[in-house]
């Protein structure tokens, strides 16, 4: 016996903005789960920046996808067949099985999930990875304190959006958010309770940003580098604290981008503390993470905003839409129902 799937591959290596020909979906006969593995049906994946990573060559620190070889990433499923007693049939469960409709895996490379509590996709974002990012970056990363005025650029996104409503929760004294577009910015203002809010587009950031926080920075969280982290840096007061959790304005360039001018004058004039950092550094903080994002959950404090594509032929556009904004909060590609 055999089971049949569907699954995305990469088909090419893109330079610049990756193009729908850079992928294949393909058909295949995976064979049953053996002693010890488990076939799960997924129900949604996730489409995350850092997969741009992956499609190209040279040291990240995701491994590069080979051409011809099926894709990863997180997605949530169910059990469908099980020869692992800890993992039985119908468990709801975390993979990095992502992009296929099917996936026959080791029980221990599954996690199993608490069912019926929330949408399962929100372990794709809030209660996932993301969530987990945003909660260690500004918390432990940036050492964000109440009363500390914080900026973060991606703020529409998946991540952004958190941690701006993380710090309002802690107790920040001002919450300012930068993001794509007009209605992005209305959202973070009227919705998420940020105090300010602008789009990138509208001129200068380093302008944009001083209209909109003109006493400066305690804390910047950097999602998106190049002209934010410059505009940041030139905020940021005295000991400010930056987390940099990634740079999208750049993941598709073809040359290296230039630095933050004044790079060494502002760190060493302002005692500045810029500090890079990666989720999987950081799990020693999950439960911690779950508890206290679960009861802000419950008490209705945070607002959680997906944006969901249908079906597993939607996965490549989705995540093409994601690298150009198309998402408001996180974007996930349901493939199947939750029972
Ligand atoms: N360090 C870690 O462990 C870690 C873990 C997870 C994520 N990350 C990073 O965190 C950031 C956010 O990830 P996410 O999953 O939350 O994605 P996301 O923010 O939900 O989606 C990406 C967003 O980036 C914005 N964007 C695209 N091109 C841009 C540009 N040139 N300038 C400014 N913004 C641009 C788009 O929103 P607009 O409409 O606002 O342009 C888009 O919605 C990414 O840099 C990602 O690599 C790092």
């Known amino acids: 016996m055999s089971i049949r799937t569907r ?3 990469l088909a090419a290596r893109p330079e610049g903005e990756p193009s729908p020909d850079d992928f294949r979906l393909v058909e295949l006969e995976r064979p049953d789960p053996g002693e010890g593995q488990v076939a799960v049906r997924m129900i949604a994946m996730s489409v995350d920046p850092y997969m741009r990573g992956r ?8 491994p590069p996808w080979e051409i011809g070889e099926t894709m990863q990433g997180g997605a949530v499923g169910r059990v469908v067949a099980s020869r692992a007693p800890d993992v039985p049939e119908g468990a709801l469960v975390l993979t990095d099985a992502a992009w296929r409709d099917v996936a026959v895996l080791d029980a221990r490379a599954v996690t199993r999930l608490p069912d019926g509590d929330v949408s399962p996709s929100y372990y794709l974002g809030v209660l996932g990875m993301p969530g987990l990012t945003a909660y260690a970056g500004l918390f432990r990363v940036a050492g964000f304190r109440a009363g500390d005025a914080v900026f973060v650029s991606g703020a529409a996104g998946a991540v952004g959006s958190l941690v701006g409503q993380f710090a309002r929760l802690r107790g920040a004294s001002a919450v300012i958010g930068s993001a794509g577009s007009p209605e992005k910015v209305r959202w973070l203002r ?3 309770g940020f105090s300010a809010a602008f ?14 926080a003109p006493d400066g920075i305690d804390v910047y969280f950097d999602n998106v580098g190049g002209d934010h982290l410059e505009a940041a840096m030139a905020a940021l007061h005295v000991h400010g604290r930056a987390a940099l959790c990634g740079a999208i304005s750049t993941y598709n360039a073809t040359e290296p981008p230039p630095g933050p001018r004044n790079f060494s004058g502002l760190m060493v004039a302002k005692r500045l503390r810029l500090e890079g950092f990666l989720v999987g550094d950081h799990v020693d903080l999950r439960t911690e993470f779950l508890e206290n994002v679960t009861g802000w959950l419950r008490s209705g404090d945070l607002v959680v905003r997906e944006t969901v594509r249908e079906g597993l032929e939607q996965a490549v556009p989705a995540f093409l839409d994601l690298l150009r904004g198309g998402n408001t909060g996180k974007m996930v590609v349901r493939l199947g129902p939750d029972a």
């Open 7 to 9: 699954e995305w591959q």
């Open 199 to 212: 789009d990138y587009h509208d001129g200068p950031v380093a302008e944009l940003l001083r209209a909109a």
């Open 190 to 192: 009227e919705e998420l």
């Open 55 to 62: 499609m190209r060559l040279g040291p990240s620190y995701a």
